[in-house]
């Protein structure tokens, strides 16, 4: 058999011993339609990874025995998220797709991540059941059941939607000290060669400039032929065709450049400040993006402040990653405040504990 059968075996086997050892504690058996098992697992460690289980059909659920470390809670709910979050499947990946516009399909971007989000908050009914990661529906389930639950089904199911869509994403949950435990997604925003690279880059800046000068001569900002993508600029007697300019300055023009010319702001933004990174792109394109007056809420939104948090994982890398909860007016809204440490749950079974106090604002101007 393949690895991925055999982790399947070995997972099903898994679980035959999980129900006959929680059937001995007397554990009360719930719905079916959950994803989950809640009893002791020996020797589980704070830091494991495990094969992504492909069933989608073992949907145990058992009262939790009092006497569980918080290792082998956090065991539990790896199992959980990991089987929750069934983005290979056909029903998942199709149903991310269909959030993202045909003007913003390709390679998963930022904007394609609001796309979804957007959808998600609004088409999720909030069902208040508050069971927490140890009681969740799998992502294909909230889709056959019409999007209901709480907070927790909500995370699971929208890190399932980023990943459906060729995204990266995980479920983090910590405990605020006034609203008890939380469940919210995280999406992966990138890492320290992306904070490192420039949206512009520098080189292809200055030999366009030099190609064009008597166009910057005349515009010393480039905002004019910047704004649109083609046309003509005179200088004297002398006319500049061109098309695209704002793209042949970027470093990643085909993942970039259409979402700035949706948001011409952008451009402008890039322009004044041209050593933004790819980390604060995307933050600031959320400030573009969900910022000004709201017809919804009736209010003008300022979101200068949009923060992110990063990590330094053990290698000494620095990743980073934006929350994105069910009750937030846009993504990085929290309503939460962590209490210096948080649990990160993947699709791959793998969990850790990360310190979560260290965040960062992008600085716009």
């Given at each position: 058999m393949d690895p991925r059968t055999l982790d399947i075996a070995a997972f099903i086997a898994a679980l035959c011993i999980v129900a006959a050892i929680a059937f001995m504690v007397n554990s009360t058996a719930g719905e079916d339609e959950k994803v989950g098992v809640n009893v002791s697992v020996p020797d589980a460690t704070a830091d494991s990874s495990l094969a992504d289980n492909a069933s989608g059909g073992l949907t145990l659920q058992y009262g939790l025995p009092s006497y569980l470390t918080k290792a082998e809670r956090n065991w539990l709910i790896s199992r959980q998220v990991s089987q929750g979050m069934d983005y290979y499947l056909p029903t998942t990946r199709d149903y991310a797709v269909r959030y993202i516009p045909s003007d913003h399909a390709g390679t998963f971007t930022i904007e394609q991540a609001c796309d979804i989000r957007d959808g998600s908050v609004a088409d999720w009914t909030y069902s208040g059941e508050d069971g927490g990661l140890l009681d969740i529906s799998s992502a294909s389930?909230?889709?056959?059941?019409?999007?209901?639950?709480?907070?927790?089904?909500?995370?699971?199911?929208?890190?399932?939607?980023?990943?459906?869509?060729?995204?990266?994403?995980?479920?983090?949950?910590?405990?605020?000290?006034?609203?008890?435990?939380?469940?919210?997604?995280?999406?992966?925003?990138?890492?320290?060669?992306?904070?490192?690279?420039?949206?512009?880059?520098?080189?292809?800046?200055?030999?366009?400039?030099?190609?064009?000068?008597?166009?910057?001569?005349?515009?010393?900002?480039?905002?004019?032929?910047?704004?649109?993508?083609?046309?003509?600029?005179?200088?004297?007697?002398?006319?500049?065709?061109?098309?695209?300019?704002?793209?042949?300055?970027?470093?990643?023009?085909?993942?970039?450049?259409?979402?700035?010319?949706?948001?011409?702001?952008?451009?402008?933004?890039?322009?004044?400040?041209?050593?933004?990174?790819?980390?604060?792109?995307?933050?600031?394109?959320?400030?573009?993006?969900?910022?000004?007056?709201d017809d919804k809420y009736k209010e003008t939104r300022d979101i200068r402040n949009l923060n992110y948090d990063y990590y330094v994982e053990e290698n000494g890398e620095v990743t980073y990653w934006l929350p994105m909860e069910l009750s937030g007016k846009y993504p990085g809204d929290t309503g939460y405040s962590d209490a210096g440490s948080a649990m990160v749950y993947y699709s791959d079974g793998s969990y850790k504990s990360v310190r979560v106090n260290e965040k960062v604002a992008p600085v716009i101007g």
């Amino acid at each position: 058999m393949d690895p991925r059968t055999l982790d399947i075996a070995a997972f099903i086997a898994a679980l035959c011993i999980v129900a006959a050892i929680a059937f001995m504690v007397n554990s009360t058996a719930g719905e079916d339609e959950k994803v989950g098992v809640n009893v002791s697992v020996p020797d589980a460690t704070a830091d494991s990874s495990l094969a992504d289980n492909a069933s989608g059909g073992l949907t145990l659920q058992y009262g939790l025995p009092s006497y569980l470390t918080k290792a082998e809670r956090n065991w539990l709910i790896s199992r959980q998220v990991s089987q929750g979050m069934d983005y290979y499947l056909p029903t998942t990946r199709d149903y991310a797709v269909r959030y993202i516009p045909s003007d913003h399909a390709g390679t998963f971007t930022i904007e394609q991540a609001c796309d979804i989000r957007d959808g998600s908050v609004a088409d999720w009914t909030y069902s208040g059941e508050d069971g927490g990661l140890l009681d969740i529906s799998s992502a294909s389930r909230s889709i056959n059941t019409g999007l209901t639950g709480d907070e927790a089904d909500f995370a699971v199911f929208l890190a399932s939607m980023f990943k459906g869509a060729g995204g990266e994403a995980r479920v983090k949950s910590g405990v605020d000290p006034e609203s008890g435990e939380y469940a919210v997604t995280e999406l992966y925003l990138g890492n320290s060669e992306d904070y490192n690279t420039k949206i512009i880059s520098p080189e292809k800046y200055e030999a366009f400039k030099s190609n064009y000068s008597a166009i910057f001569e005349k515009d010393p900002s480039g905002l004019t032929i910047f704004k649109y993508r083609y046309g003509t600029l005179c200088s004297g007697d002398t006319c500049y065709s061109y098309m695209d300019p704002f793209m042949e300055i970027m470093n990643e023009p085909e993942k970039y450049g259409e979402i700035c010319y949706n948001y011409p702001k952008l451009i402008n933004y890039l322009l004044l400040f041209p050593d933004t990174n790819a980390i604060d792109f995307q933050a600031l394109y959320i400030q573009v993006r969900y910022g000004g007056y709201d017809d919804k809420y009736k209010e003008t939104r300022d979101i200068r402040n949009l923060n992110y948090d990063y990590y330094v994982e053990e290698n000494g890398e620095v990743t980073y990653w934006l929350p994105m909860e069910l009750s937030g007016k846009y993504p990085g809204d929290t309503g939460y405040s962590d209490a210096g440490s948080a649990m990160v749950y993947y699709s791959d079974g793998s969990y850790k504990s990360v310190r979560v106090n260290e965040k960062v604002a992008p600085v716009i101007g």
